[in-house]
């Protein structure tokens, strides 16, 4: 196995640490992973890849909410808490986003 040695800037290295502790794997595995993803052996460019899905999922999210928010503004406010405590616990939020 041939060792890289990487220099990243703080706060990169701190959101890192934090997908990889959200993904439940050790930083270098989760490392690894990512750099698997980006030579795909399928050619697949990483960063658009999944894009339409994300967009699909977007749209879809954007008219629950929105449905939900008319029948009930507390439900929605309820709902909304738990995602954003579930996206900082899986590193995918900033811990100091307070909105």
């Known amino acids: ?3 890289l ?3 990243l800037d703080a706060d990169l290295h701190a959101r890192l640490h934090r ?3 959200g ?3 050790p930083f270098s595995t989760f490392i690894r992973s990512v ?4 030579a795909d052996p399928g050619g697949r460019y990483i960063y658009s890849s999944q894009d339409e899905i994300l967009a699909t999922c977007i ?3 954007s008219i629950v909410a929105t449905s939900i928010g008319r029948r009930s503004p507390e439900m929605l406010e309820e709902g909304m808490k738990e995602a954003r405590m579930q996206l900082r616990e899986r590193g995918l939020l ?3 986003h307070n909105s």
């Open 1 to 3: 196995m041939i060792r």
């Open 5 to 7: 040695s990487v220099r």
């Open 19 to 21: 997908r990889a502790a």
């Open 23 to 25: 993904a439940e794997l």
């Open 35 to 38: 750099l698997e993803q980006a």
């Open 59 to 61: 749209q879809t999210l």
């Open 94 to 96: 900033d811990p100091e």
